[in-house]
């Protein structure tokens, strides 16, 4: 395989990277598009994670101290929706990027210019968004689900800007699902038959699929919204005949399919991490990917597990929580895969992969509470308390964005041709998993004691370890500081990397130099 | 207040058990010891804070028993996972087993681990299935009670016999901005409570007049989402007299969290007597309407009203909030237009956050609430100042549509 690109090497002078700014504004390239994915997934989570800080400084004591509550209401609105559509999936967007073409073997992309556009409509969709903050009546301030007629008739003038901005990410989110599909289904090396595709190329095909599926839907509700709000429509509005309900079922028929599309990626990304430092074949490959793929359709059946208490029929209920703890088979399949990987293998312990148990234990600890709360008569108690709270953050923040730092670990000597400091990545690990355990842990017993979620101010019972989550908080947003200096430390330069990087790792994307080429296969490699 | 002193009290003495009596107030040591209360077999009192309530009915001690049932399963299947997990990590590192095996497959294990779990979640779902059925008995109730969800408020009606209030927060703006010390039942406190009877079978009807709100007991296990346009249905049969608070639990708005529900439970006699002395303060109410109001009597009484239903939006200078919640001082409808005036107050403003009050306030409070607007922050003094009397708001038309 070297040899392939070693007889291409004189071609890659004629296509360097331009100079200067308009090589970002104007590039094709798979790998600038990537990093430009992810430098704005980071600029946007320290921006979420800002308003988080301010969310757990209110919330450090009980009274108000720090901000008005219809501050505190914009700023949760804010942090989920930047959180979900400015920091998760852009990242994960970033990794494809990156990584898919390098793994199946493809040059590049297969819609370059549409790529471009896909990345270079974000940055405009969250200026909109994050302005709102400074107009009249401010921010939207009616959570990242935005339930009707709070968002409607109840809503900040701003909320018309929000519909935009959100419009525009669904776009670009549709663009980017495009353009891994036809990637993957048509520009794979020859020999590499889709069972033989590394698993994260598996989880983004059926990621996109998803996404293809769902976004429309979210952009009909938010379409809706903008009907009743500006030309008197009323599918909302049940003074003019309309359902508020309707719009719970629209959203969540996006929003149970997007939570998938947070964790699937991470799925594929551990995988690669735990057997590159096991030093062991994956176990289950065909599992994995029948995984992954029950775990997808199941997620069009179950939404209706987050309205059990808008007092759905009997029948729905039993239907949903049915279908709902269904999902824990396939995903207990992947866990049961993940530690029969490590089992017998030779396992090291490098950042990456410390960031990757963690990811699997701390997300199989999310999925519990997740099959806790398919258990409808119990989730009249957990419903809309923090123990959801603490719950959806197990899986999103030690689960996907866990797997995000693990995978920029993972790949970065790829990606710079330099290695990480492994003291300072251990170091950002242990600072995170305490941080994160400190903060969402106490979570579950105040949400189960009774404070209710989305709330400014609390009663005296919960003050404790409030302020103990608060603290969590404040460590584990000071230590992503750290990680953003680790990332520039090793861009800038630090121990040469092999082409390998690591002893265990497989694939093509390791076949190259590190870093990767500015054109890498530009002939096809042959995959045995 | 009470009860953080008796954390910090079993904090400390768990923290001299373990020796830690020195550090025992720090942060860092109540995790620990909290770290430690959850571990510790011997602790379980300690349950009680951190676990779901058991409640007070026979469905929220169903429900409590699902949950721990749930609970335990998750610890168990947690436990096997992560001790292979740690055994691996320990026993095959790359210095103890530097040779890796090289399995990848086993159809057996894989099949097992598909069908065990799929048998433990059908175990899971039959006591689950089952007490959502008993949740779902929609019978009449002995008393129904129609609960309808307002921004920040939550009204009453008794409609067996036309009892009628509104239940607001009473937690004072000063407690909640720190200026004075919190007293007990801070955000858990309420001006008049929702009186049941022991005993007998409740059924709450469950609505709302703007946004989408949840109405949360968790003593009985009920939450259920109070939605416009829809009504739905929730019952319970409490056996304990005593004093129950909940929250509202679906984001309202600004003042989400200071809508609290209490329901106090009484035996069957205190309940007729409460239900008799609500009728005659009704008729008293009545009686008030037909009096001769001094504007002085109207403004002072308005000012109560305007505390209670007004402030949260228009804020207690009347200047609301720019951009949302529209100025009272110097209004041009507050200064000169009565009739309009009255009109929004009895209608609401369509398309926005501005309520109908007609069914929340007597004609007494409306007449006199408004009064207190148009006289209050020079109001008088810049308009007409002309007043509005309960016989205004009596003989008040629909204006047509």
Known sequence: MSAVIESHGHDDHHHGPAKGLTRWLYTTNHKDIGSLYLWFSFAMFLIGGAMAMVIRAELFQPGMQIVEPEFYNQMLTLHGLIMVFGAVMPAFVGLANWLVPMMVGAPDMALPRMNNLSFWILPFAFFILLSSLFMEGGAPNFGWTFYAPLSTTYAPPSVTFFIFAVHIMGASSIMGSINVIVTIMNMRAPGMTLMKMPLFVWSWLITAYLLIAVMPVLAGAVTMMLMDIHFGTSFFNAAGGGDPVLFQHIFWFFGHPEVYIMILPAFGIASHIIETFSRKQLFGYASMVWAMASIAILSFVVWAHHMFTVGLPLAAELFFMWATMLIAVPTGVKVFNWVTTMFKGSISYETPMLFAIAFVVLFTIGGFSGLMLAITPADFQYHDTYFVVAHFHYVLVPGSIFSIMAAVYYWIPKWTGNMYDERLGKLHFWLSFIGVNVTFFPQHWIGLAGMPRRVPDYALQFADWNMISSVGAFLFGASQILFMFIVLKTVMGGKKATPQVWEGSRGLEWTVESPAPYHTFTTPPKVN | ?401
């Open chain 2, 1 to 401: 207040m009470l009860y953080i002193n008796f954390l910090f009290l079993r904090y400390s003495q768990l923290g001299k058990k373990l020796m830690f009596k020195k550090a025992a107030t720090s942060i860092s040591n109540k995790f620990f010891a909290g770290l430690i209360i959850l571990l510790s077999s011997n602790s379980f009192a300690a349950w009680d804070d951190l676990n779901m309530t058991e409640g007070v009915t026979a469905i929220s001690k169903e429900v409590f028993e699902l949950h721990m049932l749930i609970f335990w399963i998750c610890v168990a299947i947690g436990l096997v996972v992560f001790s292979v997990m740690f055994y691996s990590m320990f026993a095959y590192s790359k210095k103890r087993n530097p040779n890796p095996s090289s399995f990848h497959e086993n159809t057996k294990l894989e099949l097992a681990w598909t069908v065990v779990p799929f048998l433990i979640l059908v175990f899971m779902a039959i006591p689950a299935s089952n007490t959502l059925t008993k949740i779902y008995d929609d019978t009449e109730g002995d008393i129904n009670i129609q609960v309808v969800g307002y921004q920040w408020k939550w009204q009453y009606k008794y409609l067996e016999d036309d009892i009628d209030f509104f239940q607001n927060l009473t937690t004072d703006w000063d407690e909640i901005y720190n200026k004075t010390p919190k007293g007990e039942f801070y955000l858990e406190e309420v001006d008049e409570a929702v009186v049941i009877p022991v005993g007998k079978k409740i059924r709450f009807l469950i609505t709302a007049n703007d946004v989408i709100h949840s109405w949360w007991m968790p003593d009985f296990a009920i939450k259920q989402d109070a939605i416009p346009g829809f009504i739905n249905t929730a019952w319970t049969v409490v056996d304990e007299p005593g004093i129950y608070r909940g929250k509202c639990t679906e984001l309202c708005g600004k003042n989400h969290g200071f809508m609290p529900v209490v329901v106090k439970v009484v035996t069957q006699d205190e309940y007729d007597v409460w239900v008799q002395e609500k009728k005659e303060a009704a008729f008293r109410m009545a009686e008030l309407t037909e009096k001769n109001w001094t504007t002085a009597e109207l403004t002072e009484r308005g000012e109560g009203v305007y505390l209670k239903n007004c402030v949260a939006c228009h804020q207690v200078n009347g200047q609301g909030i720019q951009g949302i919640f529209p100025n009272l001082a110097g209004s041009d409808i507050v200064l000169n237009d009565k009739e309009r005036n009255v009109e929004i107050l009895m209608e609401g403003v369509q398309g926005a956050a501005m309520q109908s009050f007609a069914n929340q306030l007597s004609e007494v409070d409306m007449a006199a609430v408004i009064t207190y607007t148009r006289q209050a922050w020079g109001n008088a003094e810049n308009g007409d100042g002309k007043i509005v009397i309960p016989k205004d708001i009596v003989e008040y038309n629909k204006p047509n549509i």
